[in-house]
């Protein structure tokens, strides 16, 4: 879409506009098979590569401003691109023309008692709104998830990746073109004010679903403003609970990898629950010191080691993303427990434990979107969970949690065939 939005912007007009060109767009894309869809993505990949130059460049411009403005290293090396990161951007967007189409699938075939043939078929969900931050790989990797599984995306990605965005974009919808796939089948908001975002949530009727991917100040947004199913990709305040039975050098592993393996992610550790029965926990808190990581703890926790900080309450909801970590002394498993269901943002949770039963009852009673036993919660990843890329980690309740790749971008219907039944 050309359109240029200034002052006088009726947001609410461009997104149905837009809404309006994506939809029809997808109604041609649904009806490609899986050859053409892969095909086309792998235009589209070309079309990154012929364009490699032009993105870096634009990059560039986004890099220094966002030096100039004074991002954090950890959000500059988001954002940066160089010719290997968008050689791998193009190979992602490859890898997912790879992945089998899900389109089609015959989820159940049975026959009612009536004598009607009942098959639950997979089908694209449709046009599918993505809010995210400031990182330009997530435009190709949401855009190629998105056409692979037959549906349309409507992209708004962060302000600070604003022209490697644009010139990524760009690239995709020729190479899509270049293959059959109609350029609105991917668009991009043509503005970055925030009133705009406001007008995606609200499109009720044109935008099927929203995946918003961020943090609090999105969360909030969503919540105010949201009309369009969503779902919600939000923050990641992820517990270890290292419980009395845990294995002692496992223990600190698993704390050292879930916090200081990458600090920035969303699937890091944000918080350590320390059974006061278990017998090393200054072992594993010495750990976490010892490689640099800053500790807040409760008054428990801090008789563990000095160098541990006083916690404040807002502490136990704080996603640091960052080498700081909140640590608390429980008393048993249901003291654990309650603390991951009040503080939990519900992305990834898990305990280190060797007692069989208690793995159990953890599995079985944390309403996160991921449960782990004895593992990082850095693992929260659709490539790890094999399932080949993925949008993000949902973090609500809806059809799809975890990891959400090609399956959780579908929906469903059923197809009837009768041989004239007609109901008593
Ligand atoms: N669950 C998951 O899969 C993932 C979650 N995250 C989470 O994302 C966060 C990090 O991202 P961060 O850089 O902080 O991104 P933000 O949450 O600041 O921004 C993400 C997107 O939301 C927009 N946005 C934010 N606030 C508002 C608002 N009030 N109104 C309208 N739009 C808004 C931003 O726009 P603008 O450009 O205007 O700021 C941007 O497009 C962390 O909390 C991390 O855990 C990150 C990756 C994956
Ligand atoms: N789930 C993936 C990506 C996490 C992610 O996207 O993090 P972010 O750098 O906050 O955008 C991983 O574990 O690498």
Redesign the pocket.
């Known amino acids: 879409m050309s359109t240029q939005p200034d002052q006088t912007t009726n947001y609410a007009a461009l997104v149905a506009e837009f809404a309006r060109a994506g939809r029809a767009a997808q109604r041609v894309l649904a009806r490609m098979d899986d050859a053409a869809k892969a095909a086309a993505l792998c235009s589209a990949a070309a079309a990154l590569r012929r364009h490699s130059g032009s993105i870096v460049e634009a990059n560039a411009r986004d890099v220094a401003a966002g030096t100039a403005r004074g991002l954090s290293p950890a959000?500059l090396d988001r954002l940066r691109l160089d010719e290997e990161r968008l050689e791998g951007i193009a190979a992602a967007v490859e890898a997912v023309a790879a992945l089998s189409d899900p389109v089609g699938e015959h989820i159940s075939h049975t026959t009612a008692p009536s004598g009607l043939d009942l098959v639950r078929v997979r089908i694209p969900i449709g046009l599918i709104g993505i809010?995210?931050?400031?990182r330009p790989n997530v435009t190709a990797d949401a855009a190629a998830l998105c056409v692979r599984a037959g549906n349309a995306a409507l992209l708004?990605?962060?302000?600070?990746a604003v022209n490697s965005n644009r010139a990524i974009h760009a690239a995709l919808a020729e190479g899509l073109a270049e293959a059959g796939v109609p350029a609105e089948a991917v668009q991009l908001m043509p503005t970055?004010d925030?009133a705009a975002?406001?007008a995606m949530l609200r499109a009720a009727g044109l935008v099927d679903m929203i995946v918003?991917?961020?943090?609090?100040?999105?969360v909030?947004?969503v919540q105010n403003d949201a009309r369009v199913p969503v779902l919600a990709?939000?923050?990641?305040i992820c517990h270890t609970y290292i419980h009395s039975a845990a294995d002692r050098a496992m223990a600190s592993e698993i704390a050292l990898n879930a916090k200081m393996r990458r600090t920035g992610?969303?699937g890091a550790m944000e918080s350590l629950l320390l059974d006061a029965d278990f017998a090393t926990g200054g072992d594993v808190v010495g750990a976490l010191l010892d490689a640099g990581c800053e500790l807040r703890g409760d008054a428990r926790a801090q008789a563990l080691d000095e160098r541990i900080r006083p916690a404040s309450a807002n502490d136990w909801d704080c996603?640091y993303?960052d080498a700081i970590l909140s640590v608390a002394v429980v008393d048993g498993l249901d003291a654990a427990l309650d603390h991951i269901a009040r503080h939990s943002s519900g992305?990834t949770d898990a305990i280190v434990t060797g007692d069989e039963a208690v793995a159990e009852r953890f599995l079985a009673e944390v309403d996160s979107a991921i449960v782990m036993v004895n593992a990082s919660t850095q693992f929260a990843d659709g490539g790890e969970f094999g399932l080949g890329a993925e949008i993000?980690?949902a973090?609500g309740r809806l059809h799809a949690r975890g990891p959400v790749a090609l399956e959780g971008l579908t929906t469903y219907k059923w197809q009837v065939r009768g041989t004239g039944q007609t109901r008593p």
């Open positions: 959000m809010i995210y931050e400031s708004r990605g962060g302000s600070e970055q925030r975002v406001g918003p991917r961020g943090g609090k100040g999105l909030e947004r990709h939000l923050d990641g992610i969303c996603e993303l992305h993000g980690i973090t």
